[in-house]
């Protein structure tokens, strides 16, 4: 099997020839301090390690799904410390100079706060604008197709949208305060995002659809209530789920950190097929997910943590996990966020080579 007839035999319950080996991004910061372990300088990581696929640089197709045209980057303060200025949606982040790449942003304001500033803002989101596509789209298609890599399309999801236009607080409070103003914002980015990518649904053959970065949740539980997100989100979810279907698209992948238990029921019964990372931190446990709801595909599951602690503790986590998962398809092992720095290259080197060697028999 190639790598792309492997990703659909692991997300479909099909019967794949191995494992798809995966990997979560590795930020620039981990990248210097692996160079300084020993990595090649420059060297391709999913090359290196063996890996089918890695989150970045990955096989993904490039749509530009944010304001055109952006904001401008404004400074509005600078210290030796950090830089604080408007980003291209508007908001307003501090940047710590010292951490940049890695847990360095804070932020501090955000564009919408009612129904006229989120007007305001709908002008920058027109799905037809040319340049968000490539320049060279037609020679990327002609190049993508026979090929034998799996292609990923990407979008934020409805609660991403509304997080990054009014923050995480400001959001969660507009359920209550501003529902019809966030049913409106959701029904609006929704229709956005299904009309900017109907040209490339049209052109390519796409293998997975991930709705990424809806983090809604934290250690313990979702942000929002399940009758929230069912009345105000799942509507969104069912919507994009039939629309990816209707053209092809038969893996959905909804990406959340956090405890997403409660949340999950309620993205299969919206047409979401499989979810990312299952946060170990944050008490999920893929093997407990796989009996709860065993139509679910799932990456991710992997404790990134154990891979700061060695050996025994990096064996340890994979035995916990792939002795059940690994006998059914249906489950891609990953780590269960990025790879931070404070992961060694020979802790993430021993992850891989235990990983394939269980997956080995």
């Not at 191995?18 to 999913?46: C, H, K, N």
């Amino acid at each position: 099997m190639n790598s792309r007839e492997r990703l659909d035999a692991c997300l479909s319950f099909g019967e794949p020839d191995r494992l798809f080996y995966y990997s979560m991004r590795a930020p620039t910061a981990t990248i210097q301090r692996w160079e300084e372990e020993g990595l090649p300088r420059g060297v391709d990581l999913a090359e290196y390690f063996g890996l089918d696929a890695m989150l970045a640089p990955f096989w993904r197709i490039p749509l530009d799904l944010g304001p055109v045209p952006p904001h401008p980057r404004t400074i509005l303060q600078e210290t030796e410390q950090h830089l604080v200025y408007t980003n291209p949606v508007g908001a307003v982040v501090r940047e710590y100079k010292d951490r940049r790449d890695f847990g360095s942003m804070q932020w501090l304001d955000f564009p919408v706060k009612e129904r006229s500033s989120f007007a305001e803002l709908k002008a920058r989101y027109q799905a037809d604008e040319p340049s968000r596509y490539p320049p060279d789209w037609a020679s990327r298609v002609q190049q993508w197709r026979g090929r034998d890599y799996p292609l990923v399309l990407v979008a934020h999801g409805p609660f991403a949208q509304l997080r990054d236009w009014m923050g995480v607080e400001g959001a969660c409070v507009a359920f209550h305060d501003q529902p019809r103003l966030v049913e409106e914002m959701v029904e609006f980015w929704t229709g956005f995002v299904l009309d900017a990518v109907a040209g490339a649904l049209r052109d390519v053959e796409v293998d997975w659809f991930l709705l990424g970065a809806e983090d809604m949740a934290y250690k313990t539980a979702s942000l929002l209530s399940p009758q929230t997100v069912r009345r105000f989100l799942a509507p969104s979810y069912r919507r994009i789920a039939d629309f990816l279907h209707s053209r092809g698209v038969r893996h959905v992948i909804i990406d959340s950190d956090g405890n997403v238990s409660e949340l999950i029921p309620i993205w299969l019964d919206a047409g979401m097929t499989g979810t990312t990372p299952l946060e170990v931190a944050a008490g999920m446990d893929p093997v407990a997910v796989r009996r709860q709801c065993p139509s679910l595909a799932m990456i991710g599951g992997i404790d990134k943590r154990a891979l700061m602690q060695g050996p025994r503790a990096i064996e340890a986590e994979v035995l916990s996990k792939m002795p059940v998962l690994g006998k059914s398809a249906g489950y891609i092992p990953a780590l269960d966020h990025i790879i931070s720095p404070d992961i060694p290259l020979s802790g993430f080197r021993h992850y891989m080579e235990t990983l394939k060697r269980v997956a080995a028999g």
